[in-house]
């Protein structure tokens, strides 16, 4: 992976599952942000109404080349 | 959300899923815990039989409000 | 659990979730390793290609019992 | 300190310092558990709107003796 | 472990040793919660009187079952 | 909180406090990002002349939602 | 800030707040450490007594410059 | 220490004490591998049985030189 | 360092060493971020091909003032 | 504990336990500091020679008020 | 990366720099085994002798893909 | 390694590697501490001049044999 790389901090959400929390994020980060490359996943939270969990909520950073 | 608030570290299980041992935690906890408002993740383990993994164990954080 | 357990580390991967990622590196493990207990996530990553989450790669520690 | 503890975790929030968040928490659990004698923070957070700080929340964990 | 569990933080105090530290918390404990599974230690500390240790401290996290 | 959120890094600074520099880091950054809406705390340093404290320096990550 | 450095930890309290807890710790060192340049907060604990908050306590690491 | 060293993770019972659970995954160990050196604790658990301390759980990385 | 700061996490390359890998992510960052005052190394990672190491990759915390 | 401490650290060693390991760092320590009053462990370790334990290492933080 | 992979525990020493006691942990693990991929920086410790440093220690985790 | 250690954590800098900043704090230190036997690195950071890196900044934790 040689080159310079820039990791951003991003928090999705979905209320059916880490993972789609992870792909919402992704994807509404691909709208600008070019070539990224990898995620990690930092902290996993969530929300819960009347006794039930209604959001997962993933902060996740995500690394893309800078483009010279 | 101004207020107190409390924070109980639950485990929750399920043969399936992360996502569904979160659910376990907090709908076994609606039974006898009011207002809870959100988790956070702090653990994910798991058990494992004759190779295969037969169970997913989530500890969460869950934080509800005092009421006075 | 009394005896001496010994604890690997592996990183398997997943096109769909956490959970199958979790279930892969178990199942390859299970080829070679016998008695295996528990699992324990020390790490939650993945690939992106074109703006999609392509790949969960997750970290888990994986203990053991020792057959004398 | 002989004797046993109990550890519990709350959040106490502010409108002014993280100082009184602390004190909020502590003041609002006195009503219902004694013997607190020491806390610990373990997370400051707040809520921002319209630019400004409006909250702070401070998680702190707190030690009280419990009684034979 | 099928099953939701709750997890409370004990401190326990001994003259001795660590281990006796945690075996105090857990006895204490024993005499209102039932169901305890296991333990994990969080923090070890202790007190120093006149250049001797006169007090070891164990901070530890305990798991019981909660019960339907 | 569902949507997608971006996460900063910031450094604020006061003579007085804490709050104060997490107070400065958050009205600095509305001047350009729009929709923050929580903070967390990361370091709390600060600078010392001629012994004595003469700055607060808090490093926080601000959260804002982003518009689509 | 070329040079050596040396890092020594202290404990300040305040029945006030943790900033100036903080400057408790660093006027009192300041009696007999010279060049100290900077702090970092690496604890906040606290004394509660009768429900009260009566004492903030910081742990800082404080350093200064090794004079030739 | 020159050359190169591998480390294990292991955990270790014992009916009695941390220290003696350590021996026990070392002693277990020097079974198989040879130039063992040195320990680091890692976790230390423990199981409860009727609200009795039946077993210290000890986890421990153990480094070895590597023989050519 | 009064003022408000801005922190960036970017990944840098090298195929000699940590501090070069360093060197190359911050000079990259030169090209479009002004004022750049210091850097904290957070991850510490490589690549390895055939055996051997290729690939230096240091993560770091670069911090630059604001400008008014 | 109103006023101001010090907290130096220290490794003690023990061909038996922990707690003994503990104990001498103390006792050492107690040669040339007064007034200590609390230990913190922050780490355990060890030397094995020949596949046995033959010393138990626990480095400790210990905190002594300092006097005017 | 699709497939599984193991990760294992090496620390190299060098008496010049950290990345050249990497290189080494990779060379001597090279010679058993196969398909390493990459390596991250857990420790980084050292040998002091008469006032010089005279070895560096650096840890490493090695991840490898497992053959079928 | 029996008999009690003292440990201190010193800074060093270097405009050139990480390892030089170790060397510098070690050798300065030499001037007043006697019997050093290891170190660990607990901070690497460094400052930036113009867009380039001007210092490397380590943070090592020295060990030292206490003589009676």
Chains 1, 2, 3, 4, 5, 6, 7, 8, 9, 10, 11, 12 share one sequence.
Do not use: C, H
């Not at 928090?11 to 995620?39: C, D, I, L, Q």
């Not at 996993?44 to 006794?51: K, M, Y």
């Not at 959001?55 to 010279?68: A, D, I, N």
Request: proline letters at 1%; aromatic letters at 8%.
């Amino acid at each position: 992976m040689s080159g310079t790389y820039k990791i951003i901090e991003l928090v999705g959400t979905s209320p059916k599952s880490f993972a789609e929390a992870v792909r919402a994020a992704v994807n509404e980060a691909a709208k600008t942000v070019r070539n990224m490359g990898w995620f990690e996943v930092v902290d996993q939270r969530g929300r819960i109404e009347e006794g039930n969990v209604t959001e997962f909520q993933v902060t996740v950073k995500v690394g893309f080349k800078l483009e010279r």
